[in-house]
């Protein structure tokens, strides 16, 4: 009897045991571990709750690895990069760490030190992933972004032309550009003799690369060899008729100072001769027929411009003042209120083909999109 009581008994805390374990893990079912809550949070874009749960995780279990890493990323992305550095340079110290984990870490940093616009320190953690996997493209990108921003041209092209082979791409316009800011780099130190060997580099990666002969001009002329500006910027325009323009006022200028403004008509009606449906070389001829008191011929330029260019701001300008001069002033009036209602724009600008970032000036790299080469020589009108 008193051993069929035992086995009763038994039998019954065996089964309160069981019904218990059971709870346990129904309630670990419905109850995910914060980790697990943080990231269903950070999918839904709740930050702040994402947060508080993963600030949890790393008291309960701090050996969760990815936690930190994504603790100190909601930290940046909140304004704290400095802290978020900390994080995740604090996990640098830990011992048995995989090589994907450093890796991630190490990627993280970057970002951080960036974001607090420590590009020294920034630099420092990219050259160290990328010497962990020097095969991976993406590392090599974000190092490379780094250089650029940093102004260090040389290493810049170095990881470019590395990108470059294992993409298979040769990307010469973009290497001669660094060429270029490597050599104004030294011609802003004084050192132009230094600063020309560049833009030459980069005239042989590229030949028709516009801003190393219109800077290599100008070095010329700061060193007085008026001569030898003149020349470059002629054969620039001979082998770049499309950007010929942007060295007409330094042609201009140099011809004058060497009792030689004549041949600047000449300049422009061989420039004309190669690339006729560019208005730019033309309106300056046309300009030149103005202050020579050519109107008759100015004025049949200018309309000519206009027909295959009837949205050119300068060309229209031009016309409204050829007229006043010839006494067709109602002729002018007419032009002119079409520039007052906004027909014509009132200012042309250069702007990136990719952005659309708008600049008074031509530039080689935009300041937007930070893509090289995209400004268009011709101005938007």
């Excluded at 670990?28 to 571990?33: E, V, Y």
């Excluded at 890493?69 to 604090?90: S, T």
Aim: hydrophobic share 35%; aromatic share 8%.
């Amino acid at each position: 009897m008193i051993n069929y009581v035992l086995i009763v008994v038994t039998f019954i805390v065996l089964c309160i045991g069981a019904i218990r374990v059971m709870k346990r893990i129904k309630r670990k079912k419905q109850s995910p571990s914060p980790y697990i809550d943080a990231l269903h949070l950070l999918l839904e874009g709740k930050k702040d709750e994402a947060l508080d749960q993963l600030k949890r995780t790393v008291k309960t279990d701090t050996e969760n690895i990815m936690a930190y890493i994504q603790l100190g990323n909601l930290f940046r992305e909140k304004g704290f990069p400095i802290r978020a550095a900390k994080i995740h340079r604090n996990l640098l110290v830990r011992g048995e760490l995989s090589d994907r984990e450093i890796s991630s870490i190490l990627y993280h940093l970057v970002l951080d030190y960036k974001s607090s616009n420590n590009l020294d320190r920034a630099i420092e953690m990219a050259e160290r992933l990328t010497n962990r996997a020097k095969k991976n493209i993406e590392h090599q990108q974000l190092l490379l972004s780094l250089y650029e921003e940093k102004g260090e041209w040389d290493k810049a092209l170095f990881y470019q032309q590395s990108i470059n082979k294992w993409r298979r791409k040769k990307n010469q316009n973009v290497l001669a550009l660094y060429k270029v800011h490597s050599g104004l780099v030294f011609t802003k130190k004084g050192a132009e003799r230094e600063g020309r060997i560049r833009f030459r580099e980069a005239m042989k990666l590229n030949k028709k690369c516009i801003p190393a002969y219109l800077y290599l001009g100008d070095s010329y002329r700061r060193e007085g060899r008026d001569n030898n500006a003149y020349h470059v910027w002629r054969e620039f325009t001979q082998i770049n008729p499309e950007g010929a323009h942007l060295a007409f006022q330094r042609l201009r200028d140099v011809l004058y100072a060497l009792g030689k403004f004549s041949e600047i008509e000449e300049i422009y009606q061989c420039v004309i001769e190669k690339k006729p449906k560019a208005p730019n070389a033309a309106l300056n001829l046309a300009e030149l027929y103005k202050k020579q008191g050519k109107l008759d011929q100015a004025l049949d330029l200018c309309r000519t411009i206009l027909e295959a260019h009837p949205e050119s701001s300068e060309g229209r300008y031009l016309l409204v003042q050829l007229l006043v001069e010839k006494g067709e002033k109602s002729q002018a009036l007419e032009e002119a209120l079409q520039i007052l209602n906004g027909t014509i724009a009132q200012e042309s600008l250069f702007h990136c083909s990719q952005c659309g970032f708008e600049s008074k000036e031509p530039l080689w790299h935009c300041p937007q999109c930070r893509q090289w080469d995209t400004f268009l020589t011709e101005k938007k009108q």
